[in-house]
C-alpha cells in the first residue's frame, strides 16, 4: 500500500497566461487538457518535445469534431505525436539523463486513442476518423464500446401564446393596448420565468446570442412590471426574483466561468446560454432544459436536453418552447425521433484542401 502518486492536471486555451503555458513545457502535467488550436500551438513550438511522450488521447464529444473542418485539423495534428514517437523509438530506445549517460527504455509504442460522445452516428465512421490510418495507409484498429444505456427523457412542447380575436382587441382601452407588446414576447417571458420558479436550477437555450440578452432583457422588464404591481397591490405577494445569468461565446471569459461556479453552487436560478453551453461545461445538476425555438436537428436537441438530469439514472426534462405557430411543425417532426434516439448521420469531410494549405 504505498502512497498514491501526486496526479498532475494543465488546461492549456487560448486564454492560458504566458507564465502557465511555459510551466506546462518546463513540467509536462500528467494529464494536459486543450482544444486543437492550442495542440496546434504546442506542436510547433518547443513543448512537442513533452507531447511525445504522451500515452492516450481522449477526445470528448467526437461528433462535433469529426464533422467540421476543425476536426479535420485536429486529425492531422494527432499524427504528428506519432511521428514524434516514432522519432523517440528510432534512438535505439535511449533516454540520455546526463552528459553521455544513457538508459535503456521501452519503445513507446502507439497513441491510445479514445472518443466519447452520446450521439455518435454513424459509429463506425466516426471510429475509423479518430483512429485514422499508419504509414502502410491501412487503417488502424479500434473497437466501438456502445453504452447499451440511452437516457430516459421527459420533452414538452410548450406553445404560451394564444391569437386575441378582435373582439377582446377592442375591448382593450388605449392605454392597456399601448402596453401590449408586439408579438408573443410577453406570454413567452412570462412562460419561462414560471418554469424557472417551478424548478430549483433551470438552464434556457436560444439559438443565438441576440435572442439570449434579448430574453434576458425581458425578463429584467418583467420582474420590473411585477415590483410595480406589488407597489400598487401590496396586499398582492410579490414572487421573489430569481437569478438569471446570460453566458455566450461575446461574454468575457472571467464572467463565463464566474457564471458557470455560481450555477454550480447554487447561487443562480437559470442560465441563458446558446451552444457555448451545449457541450462538455460542467455547470452542476440541472431539473430542466428550456429550448426557446427548435434547435435545428435531433443531435443538438438530444446534447441540450440532455445536460439535466445528469446523473447515471436521472430523467432529463426538457421542454421546447414555440415562439410562433411556424415552429410547432418543427416540434412536431423532431420530438418522436428524439425519443427514439434517430441523431442525423455526421458526414465527414473528405480531403479539405483549405485545412492542408493552413
Known amino acids: ?18 507564465s502557465q503555458r511555459a510551466a506546462i513545457a518546463k513540467h509536462p502535467p500528467h494529464i494536459l ?14 513543448t512537442r518535445t513533452a507531447l511525445a511522450t504522451a500515452r492516450f488521447v481522449i477526445v470528448d464529444e467526437v461528433h462535433a469534431l469529426a464533422g467540421s473542418k476543425p476536426g479535420t485539423f485536429l486529425a492531422l495534428l494527432l499524427e504528428r505525436p506519432e511521428a514524434e514517437r516514432a522519432a523517440l523509438d528510432s534512438a535505439k530506445y535511449r533516454l540520455k539523463i546526463a552528459p553521455g549517460v544513457y538508459v535503456p527504455t521501452q519503445p513507446a509504442g502507439p497513441l491510445v486513442t479514445t472518443g466519447l460522445s452520446a450521439t455518435a452516428r454513424p459509429e463506425d465512421t466516426i471510429a475509423h476518423w479518430l483512429a485514422g490510418n499508419d504509414d502502410a495507409g491501412r487503417p488502424r484498429p479500434i473497437q466501438v ?28 382601452d388605449p392605454e ?10 410577453r406570454e413567452v417571458t412570462r412562460s419561462v420565468l414560471q418554469m424557472i420558479r417551478d424548478h430549483h436550477s433551470t438552464l434556457v437555450f436560444g439559438n443565438s446570442r441576440r435572442l439570449v ?3 434576458a432583457a425581458k425578463f429584467q422588464d418583467e420582474l420590473l ?54 457541450l462538455g461545461i460542467d455547470v452542476g445538476a440541472l431539473d430542466l432544459v428550456i429550448q426557446v425555438d427548435s434547435p435545428g436537428n435531433v443531435a443538438s436537441a438530444l446534447q441540450r436536453v440532455g445536460r439535466a438530469g445528469h446523473l447515471e439514472k436521472a430523467t432529463a426534462k426538457g421542454r421546447l418552447l414555440a415562439r410562433g405557430l411556424a415552429e410547432l411543425p418543427g416540434f412536431a417532426a423532431l420530438v418522436p425521433l428524439m425519443y ?9 469531410p473528405q480531403n479539405p484542401l483549405d485545412v492542408l494549405a493552413q
Open 145 to 172: 464500446l456502445p453504452a447499451g444505456q440511452r437516457k430516459r427523457l421527459d420533452i414538452g412542447v410548450i406553445c404560451p401564446f394564444s391569437t386575441t380575436d378582435d373582439e377582446e382587441e377592442a375591448a382593450l
Open 213 to 215: 440578452e434579448r430574453l
Open 1 to 18: 500500500g504505498g502512497a498514491w502518486p501526486d496526479i498532475t492536471v494543465a488546461l492549456r486555451t487560448g486564454d492560458t497566461p504566458q
Open 33 to 46: 487538457i486543450t482544444t486543437p488550436e492550442s495542440l496546434n500551438l504546442m506542436l510547433t513550438s518547443a
Open 176 to 185: 392597456e393596448k399601448k402596453r401590449r407588446p408586439v408579438g408573443h414576447w
Open 225 to 278: 412590471a411585477e415590483a410595480e404591481y406589488h407597489e400598487k397591490h401590496p396586499d398582492q405577494p410579490l414572487p421573489p426574483p430569481p437569478v438569471i445569468l446570460p453566458h455566450h461565446g461575446s461574454i468575457a471569459r472571467e464572467v463565463r466561468l464566474e457564471t458557470e461556479q455560481k450555477r454550480k453552487r447554487g447561487e443562480v436560478d437559470a442560465v441563458l446560454a446558446t451552444s457555448s453551453l451545449e
Open 340 to 348: 427514439a434516439g434517430h441523431v442525423e448521420e455526421t458526414r465527414i
